[in-house]
């Protein structure tokens, strides 16, 4: 299995800025991917994380307001970019080999 | 395309048990089975892969019917340690992503 650590746990951010999310896997894992969790809902996709290389993205989700890196197997970050309250949620980073590996998650709350 | 889960919630006594559902409209490649408590990220439970395979897991085991694109979570004998909610994802392409069926809210009664 992997351990995956996410960071910030939780963050308040003004309207207007941004925030990036680390997500560090302490094994290599073939797939990451990002997702969007809203209190009592599902898990939405944000997007897969691809090594070296633009990160495919799902409906409704764009590059501009949602950059992701992946350098390594290893290593991956979202940012959340001009954020605006609508963008308060938690966002989940996970690893896959066979099963999905989850990080605990980023509370992010935009004021 | 998400997949469909049902029921949405249920309540169950102690000992009782459950019969979790999720369908797919889409062939599939596996059906993975996560369990989230409140305030914490899901938990790998199992998974299955086209084949129709079943799986057991202490007193939960999960079967998937490839034909039918349909997999069923089972717990029996209930524990209190069972709730939270439970989540089928489905993989069309082996590598491919996952996407998560909209969940089913379990609460184990004494």
């Known amino acids: 299995s992997a351990v995956i650590s996410q960071k910030p746990s939780r963050d308040i951010c003004q309207r207007g800025t941004s925030l990036t999310i680390q997500c560090q896997v302490d094994?290599?894992?073939?797939?990451m991917f990002w997702y969007r969790q809203q209190p009592g809902q599902s898990l939405t996709l944000i997007a897969t994380a691809n090594q070296g290389s633009e990160a495919t993205y799902e409906s409704g989700f764009v590059i501009d307001k949602f950059p992701i890196s992946r350098p390594n197997l290893t290593f991956s970050t979202l940012t959340v970019s001009n954020m605006s309250p609508e963008d308060s949620s938690i966002y989940l980073c996970i690893g896959m080999n066979t099963e999905a590996f989850f990080g605990q998650g980023t509370r992010l709350t935009v004021v | 395309q998400q997949p469909v889960q049902s029921p949405q919630a249920v309540i169950l006594r102690e000992g009782e048990d459950a019969v979790i559902n999720c369908s797919s409209s889409?062939?599939?490649?596996?059906v993975h089975w996560y369990r989230q408590k409140h305030g914490e990220a899901p938990v790998f439970l199992m998974i299955l892969l086209k084949g129709g395979e079943q799986k057991g897991h202490e007193k939960i085991s999960a079967s998937f019917n490839e034909k039918k694109q349909q997999s069923s979570l089972y717990l029996t004998a209930s524990q209190l340690s069972y709730s939270g909610t439970y989540f089928c994802?489905?993989?069309?392409?082996?590598?491919?992503?996952?996407?998560f069926g909209q969940g089913t809210e379990l609460s184990v009664k004494p």
């Open positions: 994802g489905t993989e069309r392409n082996q590598g491919g992503k996952l996407i």
């Open positions: 889409k062939a599939l490649y596996s």
């Open positions: 094994s290599q894992v073939t797939m």
